[in-house]
C-alpha cells in the first residue's frame, strides 16, 4: 500500500494534479477537502471540534486502507489548525501496517500563486481566493511548509502543467513501488 500525500502551498494546484496522477495510475484519490467541507457543514473552521473530528475522519481512512492495501493519493495544504506532526503520525501508522508513504511537495513563485488564487474554479470546494487573507497568513504557511518531512520529490509547480507534475510523481511511485519488492 501507498500513500502518496501531496501537498503544497495555498493554490499550488494539488487536486488537478491528485486527479491527473490517479486518472493515470487507478490510485483513489482522497481530496482534504471532501472531509474539511464535510466537518465545516456542522463546525466552524479552526475550532477545536472542527480540527479533532477532521483529523480523525483522515485518520480512519487511512488506517482502514493501509488494512486493506489499498493505495490512496491525498491532498493536503500544511496550515496551522493541523497538528505539527500529523504527518509523521501518517507515516507511523501506514507503516506500520506494512505500508509506505511518499511525500511529494509542490512549489510555486509568489506571484504565479497570487494569479492562481482568484480563478474562479478554486470557488468549486470554498477554497481560499481572497489575496488579503493569503498576504496575512502567508508567513505561517511558510512556516507550515517548513516543518513537513523531507519530500520523496519536489516541483516546482509555476512552469509545469499539471500533467507533467502527475507524469514524474507517475514515474516515482513506479520506482518507489520497485524498491518495495
Known sequence: MQLIFIYGQVASGKLTIARQLAARTGIALFHNHLVVDAVGAVFPFGTEAFSRLREQFWIAVFEEAAKQNRSLIFTFAPEPTVARDFPGRV??????????????????????????????????????????????????????????????????????????????????ILVESRRET
Request: charged share 20%; proline share 5%.
Open 91 to 172: 507515516r507511523g501508522l501506514i507503516e506500520r501496517n506494512g505500508g509506505q508513504v511518499i511525500f511529494v511537495a509542490l512549489h510555486l513563485a509568489q506571484a504565479e500563486q497570487e494569479r492562481r488564487l482568484v480563478e474562479e474554479g478554486r470557488a468549486a470546494f470554498g477554497k481560499m481566493r481572497n489575496l488579503t487573507v493569503l498576504r496575512t497568513l502567508r508567513p505561517q504557511f511558510d512556516a507550515c511548509m517548513a516543518s513537513m518531512p523531507q519530500p520523496a520529490l519536489t516541483l516546482d509547480v509555476s512552469n509545469l502543467t499539471p500533467s507533467e507534475s502527475a507524469e514524474a510523481i507517475s514515474s516515482l
